[in-house]
């Protein structure tokens, strides 16, 4: 199988950074998306990552480490906005498919 | 100025009834994806088109069927709804189907409901 996992729900504070992990099984990879799903709307992309290390976008970073089967999306500065779920979704050798992960439900309190 | 639209955004239905869901893309994109997310919110991939050809089927009933009169549509009909085929689908598309290329952009949803 290609489990893609990740903690289903997590909790921070406003102002905080939190890290949400994902483990995914190694063969065959070819890269690993992050998503964002508000409630009732449609997942937003936020980071792509091929190589293994950080990509930064502004108050956002994903890590990836290609050996390990892992990554991580990290949040700075936590606004309430940032309540939402993330997605992360790994693409295999199987033209264009991504498996994703049951998602992190991310509430952020004040 | 919407990149990926789906209608309807609301579909209730009996069971045994056929319905289609419409998508339509206006970004240029050579892929179209058809997508199933239950009430657990997990995501999963139904089917892929690229330039109008049938790249991925996953394992889906074939009372669900879809159709690509040209690359930027793709629609989703399902024959003899069932109460299980309840669930948000989403459309999306993506550039090609490798590396940042496969970033996939998608449609607002179609909320269906089997009574």
């Known amino acids: 199988g290609q489990n893609i996992d990740q903690p289903t729900e997590m909790t921070a504070t406003e102002g905080a950074i939190v890290q949400i992990n994902c483990t995914y099984q190694?063969?065959?990879?070819?890269?690993l998306f992050w998503y964002q799903q508000h409630a009732g709307e449609a997942p937003t992309f936020l980071s792509y990552?091929?190589?293994?290390g950080l990509e930064e976008k502004g108050r956002f970073s994903s890590f990836l480490s290609r050996s390990k089967g892992y990554s991580y999306l990290l949040l700075k500065e936590l606004q309430m906005k940032d309540s939402a779920s993330y997605l992360c979704?790994?693409?295999?050798?199987?033209?264009?498919?991504?498996?994703f992960g049951q998602g992190t439900e991310l509430s952020v309190k004040p | 100025d919407t990149a990926v639209s789906q209608t309807p955004k609301y579909l209730v239905t009996q069971m045994g009834n056929d319905k289609s869901i419409k998508c339509e893309q206006n970004?240029?994109?050579?892929?179209m994806y058809w997508y199933k997310q239950d009430s657990k919110k997990f995501l999963k991939i139904m089917f892929s088109?690229?330039?109008?050809?049938?790249?991925i089927n996953e394992t889906v009933p074939n009372r669900f069927s879809p159709k690509s009169p040209d690359k930027a549509h793709l629609n989703l009909h399902i024959n003899s709804l069932e109460l299980g085929d309840s669930a948000v689908y989403f459309c999306?598309?993506?550039?090609?189907?490798?590396?940042?290329?496969?970033?996939?952009?998608f449609g607002p949803g179609t909320r269906l409901t089997v009574l």
């Open positions: 999306a598309s993506s550039q090609g189907t490798s590396g940042y290329y496969n970033e996939q952009f």
């Open positions: 190694t063969s065959g990879f070819n890269g």
């Open positions: 990552n091929v190589l293994d």
């Open positions: 979704a790994v693409t295999y050798n199987q033209g264009g498919k991504l498996i």
């Open positions: 970004l240029g994109h050579d892929t």
């Open positions: 088109y690229n330039n109008k050809e049938l790249i």
